[in-house]
């Protein structure tokens, strides 16, 4: 179900506001461009500058939107475990498939604590589970024993976002949970290595900008066309880099809109991007051709 190039959306706003009208249109672009699935509120769609009601304002829209034309996984992740567990009765009231649960951050759990975390979540809700590991953005890692224990022994906890880069730690998470896990590359650099260790597809930022390339990469692994997956492997390169010349989500909301698709504004403490930074984003569009 949870297959192929998801994409980590962004947040449209408008004077301070969700941009509901530009959200709904750039949803149903992905969804012509062939994207396998959605991912609103996660890090690219700024979740920790929403509100608690802009948050469940943006999930409601993308499902909405969506009308189960494909999966969509609800960021519904926080280092308050109360919280976590709120946001992801939410989701699954909301009509999301799953959830997408960062990490606790900042308070440093020990292994122990992330396992409890998960399973205090999982007992006040059904809803499957993605543990999302990011240590760039937390401060901590999930062990490849934590993740087997959380598979294991929590039924909810389907699979994961993996953003460690560690492919030897990845590889032991696939050579000793089954078939069942769904784990997925959390950074566009590692796609096409995770899975060819066993991984089922990614969750992407750059797929805002080019989501039929990162879904036809993924098609095109799953269908035994690895030179095709390669191929585009290398055409994606550029923006993989392009996403990253400063901190998420700010060149990939700059790069829309000077493809024409949303606003550039963002919530502080993000700023736009450096003249520099904004020219060689320029640049990288019309070489990927995606700008003329």
Same mark, same amino acid.
């Given at each position: ?7 980590? *959306? ?10 509901? &009208? ?7 672009? #992905?969804?012509? #461009?062939?994207? !396998? ?27 909405? %939107? ?23 009765? =939410?989701?699954? #009231? ?46 901590? !890692? ?24 560690? *492919? ?5 998470? $696939?050579? #000793?949970?089954?078939?069942? *896990?769904? *784990?997925?590359?959390? &950074? ?48 994606? =390169? ?17 790069? $829309?809109?000077? @493809? ?5 504004? @963002? ?9 520099? !930074? ?8 019309? %070489? ?5």
């Amino acid at each position: 179900m949870f297959t192929g190039a998801y994409t980590a *959306l962004i947040t449209p706003f408008k004077n301070g506001r969700v941009d509901e &009208d530009a959200y709904r249109q750039f949803i149903e672009w #992905q969804l012509e #461009q062939g994207i !396998n699935g959605l991912v609103p509120c996660g890090t690219t769609g700024e979740s920790a500058t929403l509100s608690h009601a802009e948050h469940e304002q943006v999930i409601k829209i993308c499902i909405d %939107q969506v009308r189960k034309r494909v999966p969509v996984i609800a960021g519904a992740g926080s280092n308050n475990t109360a919280e976590a567990a709120r946001l992801l009765k =939410f989701a699954k #009231q909301a009509g999301a498939d799953a959830g997408l649960l960062i990490t606790p951050y900042y308070n440093k759990p020990t292994q122990e604590g992330v396992f409890q975390h998960f399973k205090a979540i999982a007992s006040e809700c059904d809803l499957p589970m993605f543990v999302y590991n990011v240590p760039g953005r937390t401060g901590m !890692n999930v062990t490849a024993a934590t993740m087997i224990r959380l598979y294991k022994e929590i039924p909810s906890v389907v699979g994961a976002k993996e953003a460690s880069a560690d *492919l030897a730690q990845i590889t032991d998470i $696939l050579e #000793q949970c089954d078939d069942g *896990l769904t *784990l997925l590359s959390g &950074d566009d650099f590692t796609v096409l290595p995770i899975m060819a260790v066993g991984g089922k597809g990614v969750i992407s930022v750059s797929a805002n900008l080019a989501p039929g390339k990162m879904a036809g990469l993924c098609r095109a692994w799953f269908a035994g066309d690895t030179g095709l997956a390669r191929r585009l492997n290398r055409e994606m =390169f550029p923006l993989n880099h392009a996403c990253f010349y400063e901190t998420n989500p700010i060149p990939v909301k700059t790069m $829309l809109h000077m @493809l024409g698709k949303v606003s550039p504004e @963002l919530r502080l403490p993000l700023v736009p991007p450096s003249r520099a !930074n904004r020219d060689k984003m320029l640049e990288t569009l019309r %070489q990927s051709g995606l700008l003329p």
